[in-house]
């Protein structure tokens, strides 16, 4: 068994020290090679890395670095990947193996120290120098093996991934566990526990495991909330790898949404399934379909072919079925995207029924809103026509019609949709309503809107009791009059309106609650300054922990390349503009998402309330919520430092430790428990107990790390 094999025994998560009872009789025989630190050494499977800090009792962990593995994605010299981690032998000794790199190499040793600082030194068994780093070529290595202790190679690490057949389901329903098993040992056991999320068990159960897929039923959840699955594998007596997954049960998804989207529609055959699986590893319960349609005005997918007006992009109606049964599949609700007062130039031919200026001449979008007249004498295109949707009117009746059939399932169609997300251009503030022989004529157009609104959702809860139906408000347009009609409140944000963070915390925090609603927030690389094409990792990091301390959440990613395994973000309001993500970026929205999905019903859910209770915390934002069915207050917060825009793009982050906190509790409020939990630092991604003081009413604890967010619960009883 070669030293690659005996360090793929167990899974890279952190620098334990294994203990004596994890090596095999054929491991012991390599031990040799860690009894001490030393040079690489080299065998034909690749390069062993040795290095000891015995003498220093600060240092938590030592990462590998170097030009074989990109600096270990270190961000301004800060590591967090655990995939870089060297673990640690019984003699003391870390070590790392990694694959064989190219003939000449450089790297160093990057030491975390127990107050967070990153130490980056060469190696110091090794003369050779670039700068700082060492530099090596592999014919300068001794050989790791000799002939005395040829061993025989192991083929698998152990392996344990985790799925729901639902991304959500209804209290009272059961789902089922997809456990991917993957080890070199037979005998294989799964234990499988659900909590709450503050750590309750509710359900325990043990189950013989087999390589491959293993799927469990687990029983239904009575109440509402985030549940944690946790899986252990075992095997030979021992733990080989444990994995937990958010077990979301809502009977209102709205309550508790993540959105993602489509945007391509091209005409080849994919892997459906896995794209939906994609979505719901991200824990993104419901879907957009943007740009989807063969006209503005008309919606229901009925052809397996057309071009989409106006712009002329070539659709295949199958993939859109696909993709929107693939979702279903797996409890991810889909929307179409629709523009409901908007008319490709077909549809207006047929329906002449537009809205009009004050000077009663029909208005058109083309990027901007103008007058049909005015667009021909500037040369400018014609989109499509702005429509007269208030009550009473032909298009009103048309496109009510058209939005029905479009949820229906019906024979002549290919696929039906589960809601809308009905899209606006950007109107000012004050915008009012213009149309022939309309009584509302001269009404505000946001008050307009709100009634044909109200209506498609009256329409959508008929055909779909789970459908959705939310409204695009552009920099907050029309948002106070879509409180009271649609399920949710998506915004979209541009920097001009909302620069800071403060912003986005107060627009998410502010709206929920006024409304108690789910707010949704899109905002655009290429609206930072300067423009970026991808979300760079702090910034995204960012602006996820601002929505989330508001209450809310953040538009991010969608349209699934499973060949690649790439999920893709945004870039700018142009779709299909999106720009595939990187892996740290993906790895960084699951678990922020995960963070999300746990809390549900502590930070957001129907039942949970703003709480006007401002706790100072040093460099940071905060915002309170109340959740009075757990008896428990969440406080959210978001660590902004010296850099309070959200289009600023810092290189790395540093962990803040051990920040006091301390503030008064409510009147006739006595705390029992305090959590904490922060989906930046793995020690506490679940929520954990922290130690807490209350005297005469007030309340202190420590927060011991926060990078960019985190989550306090206070569960409390009444004196």
């Not at 009103?396 to 058209?402: G, H, P, V, W």
């Not at 395994?565 to 595939?580: C, E, F, G, K, V």
């Not at 957001?604 to 709480?611: A, Y």
Request: with cysteine; proline share 5%; net charge negative.
């Amino acid at each position: 068994m070669s030293l690659r094999q005996l360090i793929a025994l167990t899974v890279i998560l952190s620098a334990n020290v294994l203990s004596a009872d994890e090596l095999s009789v054929s491991d012991k025989e390599f031990d040799f090679a860690l009894r001490k630190a030393g040079p690489p050494l080299r065998d034909a499977s690749g390069v062993l890395f040795r290095f000891s800090n015995l003498d220093d009792e600060e240092v938590e962990a030592v990462y590998l670095a170097g030009s074989f593995n990109s600096w270990a994605n270190n961000d301004d010299g800060v590591v967090n990947n655990p995939r870089f981690l060297m673990r640690q032998a019984p003699s003391g000794v870390r070590y790392a193996f990694i694959d064989t790199p190219s003939p000449t190499f450089e790297y160093q040793f990057v030491l975390r120290t127990k107050n967070g600082e990153m130490i980056w030194m060469p190696d110091p068994s090794v003369d050779a120098r670039s700068g700082n780093n060492s530099v090596l070529s592999l014919s300068d290595l001794d050989p790791l093996r000799t002939e005395s202790t040829q061993v025989v190679a192991s083929t698998r690490k152990d392996r344990l991934a985790l799925s729901l057949d639902r991304v959500w389901v209804e209290p009272s329903v059961a789902n089922t566990l997809n456990v991917d098993v993957g080890s070199r040992l037979t005998n294989l056991g799964l234990t499988v526990r659900v909590l709450t999320a503050l750590g309750e068990q509710v359900y325990r159960g043990s189950i013989l495991a087999q390589n491959g897929l293993n799927q469990i039923l687990l029983p239904p959840m009575e109440a509402t909330g985030g549940y944690i699955v946790e899986v252990e594998l075992v095997g030979s007596g021992r733990s080989l790898a444990t994995e937990t997954i958010i077990l979301s049960v809502t009977d209102r998804p709205a309550d508790d949404l993540r959105y993602g989207f489509f945007a391509s529609y091209p005409d080849d055959s994919k892997d459906y399934d896995a794209k939906a699986t994609m979505l719901a590893d991200l824990y993104v319960n419901a879907v957009e379909f943007y740009d989807y349609f063969p006209a503005h005005g008309k919606y229901a997918p009925n052809q397996s072919q057309y071009s989409f007006e106006p712009f002329g992009v070539p659709i295949n109606g199958l993939d859109v079925k696909a993709k929107i049964e693939a979702c279903q599949r797996k409890g991810i609700l889909a929307l179409a995207y629709i523009s409901a007062y908007a008319a490709s130039e077909s549809i207006y031919r047929q329906i002449t029924d537009p809205m009009t200026d004050a000077d009663g001449r029909p208005k058109v979008f083309n990027g901007e809103i103008m007058a049909e007249e005015d667009a021909d004498k500037r040369g400018k295109p014609k989109w499509f026509w702005l429509m007269n949707i208030s009550e009473g009117a032909e298009w009103r009746t048309y496109i009510m019609d058209e939005l029905r059939r479009t949820l229906e399932e019906n024979h002549d169609d290919l696929v039906a949709f589960d809601g809308f997300e009905i899209d606006t251009y950007g109107d000012p503030a004050d915008a009012r309503f213009y149309a022939k022989n309309s009584r509302l004529s001269e009404e505000p157009l946001a008050e307009v809107l709100q009634g044909f609104v109200s209506d498609v959702v009256s329409m959508t809860r008929e055909v779909k009791p789970h459908g959705l139906v939310s409204f695009n408000s552009v920099n907050e347009f029309g948002v106070q009059n879509m409180y009271e009609v649609t399920d949710f409140l998506f915004l979209e944000i541009w920097r001009w309106q909302a620069k800071r963070l403060s912003d986005l915390v107060d627009i998410c925090y502010f709206h929920h609650g006024a409304s108690n609603q789910r707010v949704i927030l899109k905002l655009y690389p290429a609206d930072m300054e300067p423009a970026h094409k991808s979300w760079p990792k702090w910034t995204l990091a960012r602006v996820l922990g601002a929505t989330m301390t508001g209450g809310g959440s953040l538009m991010v990613a969608g349209e699934p390349d499973e060949a690649s395994s790439t999920m893709h973000a945004l870039n700018s309001l142009y779709y299909p503009d999106h720009q595939a993500m990187s892996a740290a970026n993906t790895d960084l929205l699951r678990r922020y998402y995960k963070h999300d999905a746990m809390l549900y019903e502590y930070s957001h859910g129907d039942g949970v309330k703003n709480l006007d209770l401002r706790v100072p915390v040093e460099g940071s934002i905060t915002r309170a919520f109340h959740a009075p069915e757990k008896n428990a207050m969440c406080l959210q917060l978001l660590r902004v430092g010296d850099r309070p825009d959200w289009s600023d793009a810092p290189a790395s982050i540093s962990p803040a430790h051990n920040l006091e906190v301390s503030f008064n509790l409510p009147d006739d409020v006595s705390v029992k428990e305090v959590f904490y939990a922060t989906p930046d630092t793995p020690a506490y991604h679940s929520p954990t107990r922290i130690e807490f003081a209350e005297v005469s009413g007030r309340i202190s604890f420590t927060i011991p790390e926060l990078i960019v967010h985190g989550s306090i619960i206070a569960v409390y009883e009444r004196q």
